[in-house]
């Protein structure tokens, strides 16, 4: 019964590079959530998805970042150009059903990335 | 704007003692409350989730209490071991309807001495 699958586990790359991060949901679950947690701060909601759709980006910057649920596959966060202040770590949650008892988030392991 | 604080941002205890972590919020139009576990370097680890109508949870050593008119929540640990060493996190989903997301504390940073 495989969990939240998250990868890379860590990433480095350099200024103006291009960041892929990648979120497998548990088996079955149809809700992706991806999380920011900056140094000395508390996780910060980024984008909720569901297979195909975004339902609320409303903590996504505007700029460089972009998120996708394919209808096959895993859940990919994209960081465009990616500058130093990037650097932190990156979570993926799902969650069966939106809504009512079943909406607990599982949350992976995280993927830090580390911009030189 | 829903804020989540979380009190003290680190404590320390001898194995054996019981604690209390605390956990207020601003907007008391929640839908549930969930604890979580966060080991360095690590992910999360889901302890106990309260939905908005019930008083508390309890798994284990673990009780977690909530008192939505008040903004607060608490999580008890009984009988505290080196192992309970982590930063406990509390985070609030808003009410039925409104997002999903969960707005999330800082975190308390336990550390339980041999």
């Known amino acids: 019964n495989a969990g939240v699958m998250q990868n890379p586990r860590h990433l480095v790359r350099r200024r103006g590079q291009e960041a892929r991060l990648r979120c497998s949901p548990v088996?079955?679950?149809?809700?992706v959530y991806w999380y920011r947690q900056l140094p000395e701060e508390g996780l910060k909601f980024m984008v909720y998805?569901?297979?195909?759709?975004?339902?609320?980006e409303s903590g996504m910057p505007k700029e460089r970042f972009s998120a996708e649920f394919p209808k096959e596959g895993p859940s990919i966060l994209r960081i465009q150009q990616v500058v130093r202040g990037d650097s932190a770590a990156y979570f993926c949650?799902?969650?069966?059903?939106?809504?009512?008892?079943?909406?607990?988030?599982?949350f992976g392991p995280g993927t830090r990335l580390t911009v030189l | 704007k829903q804020e989540v604080t979380q009190i003290p941002a680190a404590l320390s205890v001898p194995e054996g003692e019981n604690l209390v972590l605390n956990c207020s919020f601003t907007?008391?139009?929640?839908?549930?409350l969930q604890w979580f576990r966060q080991d360095p370097g690590k992910g999360l680890t889901s302890l106990l989730l309260?939905?908005?109508?019930?008083r508390e949870q309890t798994s284990g050593r673990l009780n977690a209490s909530l008192d939505k008119s008040s903004g607060r929540s608490t999580l008890y640990i009984a009988a505290s071991q080196p192992g309970d060493s982590a930063t406990y996190l509390c985070?609030?989903?808003?009410?039925?309807?409104?997002?999903?997301?969960?707005?999330f504390g800082k975190g308390t940073k336990l550390t339980v001495n041999p």
């Open positions: 309260i939905q908005s109508s019930q």
């Open positions: 985070a609030v989903r808003r009410g039925q309807g409104g997002s999903e997301k969960l707005v």
């Open positions: 088996k079955g679950h149809s809700h």
């Open positions: 949650a799902s969650s069966p059903l939106a809504g009512g008892l079943g909406n607990e988030q599982f």
């Open positions: 907007d008391s139009a929640i839908y549930n």
């Open positions: 998805l569901q297979k195909e759709n975004i339902i609320d």
